[in-house]
């Protein structure tokens, strides 16, 4: 059996980030544990923390992942930003840690025309100031920061398999770092993922260069746009370019067992009314 689940809102409280899950039939959820789109975020109360507890027991909907803010930007030159960025990603992980998440997900930056092997060295710098800031205080301590993939618009690095074996290789707590594959980013970064021959090597290519050990989440989007575009945009389950047949592929490949499935496709309605979480869900289920 897959884990299966979506990316689900925090308006009205985190809490309600579960409830929703469970009414949509996730088995696990992603959320952001603040507003991603500002760098501020109000304190975790202890009724907070505690109605989310009492959600996630009543609900059986774990483990559940959190996504870091749009912000962040570690590859950035400017030092300010980075340092903000450093200081905003201890800051959320230590948020996940209080509400007991396994794993926080982050974009690995934009090195903004500085060049790929700078950018790659001051993520790798951010992260590690980040695990020894918070290995001092415990705070954050047992969430592990996931590296996601991405489709390389603009400056934007993590497209490509090699730029996490740069950064993997400089960080000093390696065991707190994985991956996260985002299948319509890596898509759109132009690894064929649509034939059985193009998935192979995918998979294949990301054991030789990063290891599949290191992959501890999957997002699953169709694509919108076509192979090698380097545009991130996600689509449904079978309405985009990659198809079910690459879907089926992943939930039913052996090697993936046991890694939870987050969907980040399009909110909404269908034209028959049906919630589109439950309905690509669905979907995906039948493929699995």
């Not at 975020?41 to 507890?53: N, S």
Request: with cysteine.
């Amino acid at each position: 059996m897959r884990l299966l689940g979506a990316h689900m809102s925090i308006a009205g409280g985190l809490a309600q980030a579960l409830w929703r899950g469970k009414e949509r039939g996730c088995d696990v959820i992603q959320l952001f544990t603040k507003n991603a789109n500002q760098w501020h975020a109000r304190p975790l109360t202890q009724e907070a923390h505690a109605a989310f507890a009492q959600a996630q027991a009543a609900t059986g909907v774990t483990p559940v992942a959190a996504h870091d803010s749009y912000l962040i930007n570690l590859a950035s030159p400017d030092p300010a930003l980075f340092q903000r960025s450093v200081e905003a990603l201890g800051e959320e992980r230590e948020r996940a840690a209080v509400l007991g998440l396994p794993c926080l997900v982050i974009h690995p930056g934009s090195h903004r025309g500085s060049g790929e092997h700078q950018g790659l060295a001051r993520i790798a710098q951010g992260i590690n100031l980040v695990l020894s800031r918070q290995g001092a205080r415990q705070g954050g301590e047992g969430v592990m920061i996931l590296l996601e993939t991405t489709a390389g618009q603009g400056a934007m690095l993590g497209n490509r398999f090699e730029h996490f074996a740069v950064i993997l290789e400089q960080i000093a707590l390696p065991e707190a770092v994985g991956i996260c594959l985002d299948t319509c980013h890596v898509f759109a970064a132009g690894y064929d993922i649509r034939t059985p021959e193009g998935y192979e090597a995918t998979l294949e290519g990301f054991q030789r260069v990063v290891g599949l050990e290191r992959l501890r989440l999957i997002h699953v989007n169709d694509s919108k746009t076509d192979l090698g575009s380097r545009v991130d945009r996600h689509a449904h389950i079978g309405q985009g370019y990659i198809g079910l047949d690459t879907f089926r592929r992943l939930l039913q490949d052996p090697r993936l067992a046991g890694r939870p499935f987050i969907l980040e496709t399009p909110k909404g309605r269908t034209p028959e009314g049906a919630d589109w979480d439950g309905v690509n869900l669905q979907t995906l289920r039948g493929l699995s």
